[in-house]
């Protein structure tokens, strides 16, 4: 086969969830020469990062650090932490991939639903760990798919509440960074992030935190394997040693994008998030294409429009393309009937601007 | 924490195995822009890139890429292809890592051991399939901590002989790029190599094949999970369709390094590092530190000398660090009775004699 040949621009990744823009400085960070491997420095930049992560993941716990996707986290919660049946809480593709990892670990899966894009009440919730107390249930944060941010507060009170010895494992894959994810107020024993969503950093690094007890429910599974062994990562992490070789390159990249997130501030860039979502969200309605999720659970960091004007999403797509801009596709089911429009990460509200006039000229023309 | 602070110049990792030299524009690749991810040019760059790594694992089959460590290419391998009981060739750390893994995962484990250094004969490994047929051995082409290069070519054609329905397991994680790696020669099942040895290219991207056969023993097994399921892996190449988001920045760095390695031609290449440890281990030998390896498994990539002089190699490195040289410390056990010397990868014989240089200065001083 030929060799690959790079895209001549490459097409810009604005608006289209899940690829969000780097800054060229982080993206150049990956580029500094390798720390020796394993060595006392590799260990001092890990300490670092999991110090100056701790503020964005609401935890005092220690943060660690991992080649992984989402799915491999969740691999790793529930190869650790789950003996029997997970009750899964389902309600778009990231509840969904709970429910597959777990069942490719060969754990029974009980499956809490609702619509994609709805959220699940705190009282069922509760009421089905009232009536099986599940050794752990697999919650959502935010649904990139469906822009829904679920009430994890609230859903961990109801675990606490129904079952204390429930073990409440969080994927926080797409909000980590964009918006306040608070594990130890939450009472969650496991939560999961990436670097490629909110953090606006290359993908390829997994991104987590356990609780105490979590960990000592770990130490009595069996066959948690190697790589994804959260007592073996605890013991490296003790000993400052890691044994094997991460992604160094979105380490560096991680290191000088918490500087950027640092100096502008991480509420007001989590309040510019939310004010380009409210602007966003104002023009859609008045265009005649409302948000698929209910108002009290509409995602600061993506906004999933109902195609009520049946747009041909492709055919929107080649008009913005030459204007440097695109918008997501809806996911599974609901690709035709909905239009994704990310507003997070490094956006400015003139950004968001130029998308709105181009998608009227679309409208109009 | 205080921010971490890069140290400045970076410690010259030449000839310190494990942490091979990076040439700049290897590493200026990963700062490219990323691809949307999932999407159709993704998809085609990782087809390339598959296509281009087949003769470096000397493979027909297909080649998949993945955000993980040895270590976790190891845990693939005993999740989809081993059940029951795992036997390990062990004569050195690579050895020991895959006994600890397939342990970890819930195997049991038979060991068949040698010391480290030494190479097991075929002979014994066809008498311990003859007496028991294990469905899969675990085999370690490169140890990187001892200098020995095993017979592979010899251990697999006995096994074929003696069992041949065992499943053939090889790492060859510290060999792929830097020697040939002869996967359906051997008639291997799984063959594992990572990006940073000596491909000599960033850490953290796995890269892996396997055959026809063990995808179909991989059907039958349970519980093989999510992110290393072969299964799942085969499904999304055969539909273009990556799930999950890999380490791109390293799939970048690869295909820069592809075209390096394709411009010097790797069999030059390969007899460049061969010529290096030539000159090394005569030079070795005439200060009295012969090699640990016996000669007929001598690594073309790093040799491990007998410390008998009783040099402190810390001091050595101190020695060497301001004239941009340094040197690898024994491993385990064989941490103050060895020095070990890298000289695969970039380094040229300039750089050697450099080295040969300085060091006869610091026997001398």
């Known amino acids: ?36 491997c394993p060595g006392g420095e590799l260990d001092a930049l890990l300490q670092s990062l999991a110090e100056r992560m701790q503020p964005l993941l609401g935890t005092a716990r220690p943060v660690y650090f991992l080649g992984s996707s989402a799915s491999g986290l969740m691999e790793a919660a529930v190869r650790n932490l789950v003996e029997g049946t997970l009750l899964v809480s389902v309600g778009g593709p990231a509840g969904e991939r709970w429910a597959r990892v777990a069942a490719g670990c060969g754990r029974t899966v009980e499956r809490l639903e609702v619509d994609w894009g709805e959220t699940l009440s705190a009282e069922k919730l509760a009421a089905a760990l009232q009536a099986q107390p599940y050794p752990a249930v697999a919650l959502t944060h935010h649904e990139t798919a469906t822009g829904t941010l679920n009430p994890v507060a609230e859903w961990a009170e109801a675990v606490r509440q129904a079952s204390p010895d429930t073990l409440i494992l969080v994927d926080a894959a797409s909000s980590l960074g964009g918006l306040p994810v608070e594990m130890d107020a939450w009472g969650a024993d496991f939560v999961l992030g990436v670097s490629q969503h909110a953090l606006n950093v290359p993908p390829g690094l997994g ?22 062994d959260l007592l073996t990562l605890e013991r490296q992490r003790l000993r400052d040693q890691t044994q094997d070789c991460p992604p160094l390159g979105l380490l560096y990249a991680l290191d000088v994008q918490l500087d950027r997130m640092q100096a502008e501030g ?26 698929l999720a209910p108002a009290a659970a509409q995602s600061p960091l993506v906004s999933c429009l109902q195609n009520r004007l ?21 996911v599974g089911m609901l690709r035709d009937r909905t239009i994704r429009v990310a507003h997070g990460g490094e956006l400015q509200l003139h950004d968001l601007e130029a998308l709105l006039n181009a998608f009227d000229s679309f409208l109009t023309q």
Do not use: C, K
């Open 266 to 291: 991480l509420t007001l860039r989590w309040a510019r998030h939310a004010a380009l979502g409210q602007r966003l969200r104002e023009w859609a309605e008045s265009r005649g294409m409302p948000l």
């Open 1 to 36: 086969m030929a060799r690959f040949v790079f895209p001549t621009p490459l097409m810009s990744p604005s608006f289209s969830p899940g690829s969000g823009d780097i800054a060229p400085e982080v993206l150049a960070a990956q580029a500094r020469p390798a720390l020796p």
């Open 207 to 228: 991104i987590f935190s356990v609780s105490a007890r979590a960990l000592e429910r770990a130490a009595q599974v069996a066959g948690r394997g190697w790589y994804f």
């Open 310 to 330: 049946g747009l041909d999403v492709a055919a929107l797509n080649r008009y913005l393309q030459p204007r440097g801009l695109r918008v997501g596709q809806g």
